[in-house]
């Protein structure tokens, strides 16, 4: 079967190591500041005139409340009244973007992120997406992919309906852990009963897909307890789950220096806890789509994976991996073709480049031909724990094995520990490796060996 993994415990503590999460090749970490607002206007009308369709992502970085483990780029307030000259400055970027674009370019996927997107009132949501509609082509048929991210401790059902109303039918839900204790070690005290609520309003609106979001390796968290969790969240019956693991990076990070180092599960544990996890959501029908990601057996993904069309992107599995990626708001990454670009994350200096009427992209990437080779392996990979050599060797006129020959000494390693199949023809992740994929691709990964993977969580 696609989806089936299977624990091997030894594999895994030699292959469990620091890397990217390759939501892009070459990562965000590989972004200059050669990059500014003209390159992405040259990129923006390319993308106009080859009429490609898009994926819009804006970033909404207000929280009422820290979460001591969060490493998103956010703005930690109770004054309200901070979302509103943020939204005009957003707005106005909207208007910069589209002036570059066709008008029939169509937005197949549009995601809210955060920060808390719920933290805007119901009138600053309705503003924000009537201006939206305004610059961009938004489907009005419930056709696009239209998601947000929910925090269930700043919504209620009006807001759901509210959501609906304006056109989102996808959400994603936070959750992290359900224990109380855990809960209070990292300042978030959400209840099974508010996210309940919220995952029955989704349903009786009839929002298309609901994900909920799970973090192991917090401080307090123990096997038991958190198979508690997985079990109160199966029975909430999302379509998809995120299981992340927790990288504590206080260095990079400072609301994590507010967590006990001592109160942290030591590895042991924490492999404990993804294995129950695993056979928990194995066995409740859910199927591993690949790095952290599971979905049940009719959801979008698992499909497309079947099929050999899912793809990944920087709002992580998609079906719209075809659309050239569009992110409006501070701190915000865009691809487009084969540039990366990203806006300033600072909130001052965003506001700033808008308020003089220019783009705040501050820094980016263009893709030379051997990232665009490597892209297209490691995509493959990631999204289909497979590789045939002919499928890179066909566009890119190469020879795969002279190409990579000084990767191939090691993926013959890899083959002889049981993490992949290698023949002539091509490679395959095995149901062992399969948990283990982002050390398969960081062999192809040209820029890791020049730089500290400090910076990178581990893969387990």
């Known amino acids: 079967m696609l989806d089936a993994i299977r624990w091997d415990t030894d594999l895994i503590r030699r292959y469990d190591l620091a890397g990217p999460r390759y939501t892009s090749y070459p990562t965000a970490v590989q972004f200059h500041d050669g990059v500014g607002p003209f390159d992405l206007q040259h990129a923006l009308r390319s993308s106009a005139q080859a009429k490609r369709a898009l994926s819009l992502y804006v970033h909404l970085p207000f929280c009422a409340h820290i979460c001591y483990y969060c490493g998103c780029n956010k703005v930690i307030t109770k004054d309200r009244g901070r979302s509103a000259p943020y939204l005009q400055r957003l707005l106005r970027e909207a208007e910069l973007v589209s002036r570059h674009l066709d008008p029939g370019q169509v937005v197949e996927q549009l995601h809210f992120g955060g920060g808390t997107p719920t933290f805007l009132s119901h009138d600053e949501l309705r503003q924000l997406m009537t201006g939206l509609r305004q610059y961009f082509h938004l489907l009005d048929d419930d056709t696009g992919d239209y998601s947000i991210e929910i925090d269930p401790r700043e919504a209620d059902w009006a807001t759901m309906g509210l959501l609906r109303e304006i056109g989102f039918n996808r959400v994603s839900l936070g959750v992290q852990d359900f224990d109380p204790a855990v809960q209070r070690a990292v300042n978030r005290l959400q209840s099974l009963e508010e996210t309940r609520s919220i995952v029955e309003a989704a349903r009786t609106l009839q929002f298309r897909s609901i994900n909920i979001d799970l973090i192991y390796g917090l401080p307090l968290q123990n096997a038991d307890s958190f198979a508690r969790t997985v079990d109160e969240v199966i029975a909430l019956q999302p379509d998809r789950l995120s299981v992340f693991n927790y990288a504590h990076l206080p260095e990079r990070f400072p609301p994590q220096r507010r967590i006990n180092a001592e109160d942290l599960p030591n590895p042991g544990v924490k492999l404990e806890m993804l294995q129950r996890t695993i056979e928990q959501l194995s066995a409740a029908g859910y199927r591993y789509i690949g ?61 700033n480049s808008l308020d003089n009427n220019e783009l705040a992209t501050r820094r980016g990437l263009h893709c030379n031909q051997d990232d665009r080779i490597r892209r297209a392996v490691i995509q493959q990979l990631i999204c289909h724990f497979k590789l045939d050599f002919s499928d890179i060797e066909g566009p890119f006129n190469i020879d795969f094995r002279g190409y990579f020959h000084e990767v191939w000494p090691r993926l013959q390693s890899c083959a002889a520990d049981g993490l992949i199949r290698l023949d002539d023809q091509g490679i395959a992740i095995t149901p062992a490796g399969r948990l283990l994929v982002r050390s398969v691709c960081m062999l192809f990964d040209h820029y890791l060996p020049l730089q500290s993977t400090q910076r990178f969580s581990r893969v387990i």
Do not use: K
């Open 291 to 351: 790095m952290d990601h599971f979905a049940l057996p009719d959801d979008e993904l698992a499909v497309a994976q079947e099929e050999g069309t899912l793809q990944r992107n920087f709002q992580g599995y998609t079906t719209h991996g075809h659309c050239d990626l569009i992110g409006l708001g501070v701190s915000s990454i865009s691809q487009i073709g084969d540039l990366y670009s990203q806006n300033s994350s600072d909130l001052t200096a965003y506001q």
